[in-house]
C-alpha cells in the first residue's frame, strides 16, 4: 500500500503532451489554449472615449473656457474628427475615437447643454480624463493570453478580437467509462428488488463533460471472459480507461485479474487512504492508462477528481485548481491514513470556511451532491484544529 504521494508521483511520470488540433472559435471554450494568443495590434488600437460626453482640449479648460460650442459628433465606428478651435467642442460616444485636437472627454452628467452651447460644470479636470489611451493594455506582438489555460468566454472575446477564426488546442484524451457489476440495470429499466440503476458511470460521464471530454460508456458483467472479450478491442481504441467497481478483494471482483491477463502492467493497487482505498491504476504498452475506481460514488468521484484530473491537468499543462479554506470545525481521525473529507464552502465574514458535509459511508450518494470539493487530512496526525488552513480540491471550480 503506498501513500497518495506515492500514488500521484507515479501517475504524474505518465503524463504525455497531447497533441495540437484547431478547432473553430466558439467551439474551443473549455478546451486548453496551446499556443500564446498575441496582440495583432494595440490594444486598445486608438485613443478612444469611455465616457459619452463632449471631446475639449483641456488647454481652452485651463485658460478659463467654460463654454463650449458643439460643432460635430465623433461617434463610435466613424473616422476620426479634429477640433480646430479651442472654443468648440465635438460631442463623443463611448468608444469612438478622441479627436485630433482633444485631449479629454466631459461626461454629459458633468454640463448643461443649451442651443448647441455645452457649459461645463466643474472647476478640476485631468488631461486624458475618462480616455483610454492607445496601447496601455497591451502593445502590438505582446501576449494577450498565454498558452496552457483553459478557454473561458472572456478568452473567446479576446481571441475574436485579434479575428482568431480557429483555436489551437491540445487534442483530448479518448475515454471509456466502464461500470461493472451484474447488480447495475440501465437508467430506463426498472431494476428488481435487488438491483440499482447505474450512476457512478453517468457521475463520471459528467465529469468528464466538465473538462470537455465526451466519453463513450459500457457496463461490463462480473463474468470474466466476457469482461475481457469486451475489454479486448478497447485498449486499441482509447487512451484512457475509467472503471468504477471490481477492483477491490470480493469473490466477484475479476477487473484486475482479466486487465493483467490482457497486458496491463500494474502501477499500484492500493493506497493510504479513505475513501477509495482500493483504487488501482494501470497501463498496457500501447500507453492506455487504466485507472480503476472503487464502486462506491463517493470513492469514485474523489479518486476520479484527485487521480484522473491530476493526470489529465499535467498533460495538458495547466495546474489543478485548488483554493485554501479554514476548517470550520475541529475533526479528529485516528487510523494512519489520508482522510478525504467532503467539505461544503461558506464565507464566513470574509473568511472562506470549509464545512465538512457528514457522510454515512462511501456510498452516500444523497450527501455527496451536498459537497463542492474536498480536503485532505495527512496520515501522520490524528486531530486537527478549528481554524486550520488546507487546499481545496473543488469539484467544479
Partial sequence: ??????????????????????????????????????????????????????????????????????????????????????????????GAMLPIGADMVIRYEDLTI?????????NEVTPYQNVHLQGTDKKAGEILVPAGVKITPAIIAIMASVGM????????????????????????????????????????????????????????????????????????????????????KGKFDFLPQVLQQLGMQMVF???SQKPGKPLLFGKFDNGTLVFGFPGNP??????????????LYSSLGIKLPVVKAALSKAITFKPALTHHVLVRLVNHEGQLLAEPVDTSTSGDMVNLMQAEGFLSLPAEETSFAEGRIFYIYLFNP
Avoid at 443649451?114 to 466643474?122: C, E, F, H, R, S
Fill in 269 to 271: 493497487h492500493s493506497i
Fill in 114 to 122: 443649451t442651443d448647441g452651447i455645452a457649459y461645463v460644470n466643474l
Fill in 298 to 311: 463517493v470513492s469514485t468521484w474523489v479518486c476520479f477528481q484527485l487521480y484522473f484530473k491530476a493526470w
Fill in 165 to 248: 477564426a480557429v483555436v489551437p488546442v491540445y487534442r483530448l484524451p479518448r475515454v471509456a467509462v466502464c461500470s461493472t457489476g451484474d447488480e447495475l440495470v440501465a437508467v430506463t429499466e426498472q431494476p428488481l428488488a435487488h438491483q440499482i440503476r447505474q450512476s457512478n458511470g453517468y457521475m463520471l460521464l459528467a465529469g468528464l463533460q466538465q473538462e470537455s471530454i465526451t466519453a463513450d460508456n459500457y457496463h461490463l458483467p462480473d463474468e470474466p471472459e466476457a469482461i475481457a472479450q469486451q475489454m479486448a478491442g478497447m485498449i486499441e481504441q482509447y487512451d484512457v480507461l475509467l472503471f468504477s467497481g471490481a477492483v477491490s
Fill in 1 to 94: 500500500m503506498i501513500s497518495v504521494t506515492q500514488a500521484l508521483q507515479l501517475i504524474a511520470e505518465q503524463t504525455k503532451p497531447f497533441p495540437i488540433e484547431e478547432v473553430e472559435l466558439l467551439q474551443s471554450t473549455g478546451r486548453t489554449l496551446a499556443q500564446p494568443v498575441l496582440a495583432d495590434r494595440n490594444f486598445p488600437p486608438f485613443d478612444r472615449a469611455t465616457m459619452d460626453g463632449i471631446a475639449i482640449g483641456s488647454r481652452a479648460f485651463g485658460q478659463d473656457v467654460r463654454q463650449f460650442c458643439i460643432t460635430d459628433i465623433q461617434a463610435a465606428g466613424h473616422p476620426q474628427k479634429q477640433l480646430t478651435n479651442r472654443g468648440n467642442c465635438i460631442e463623443i460616444m463611448t
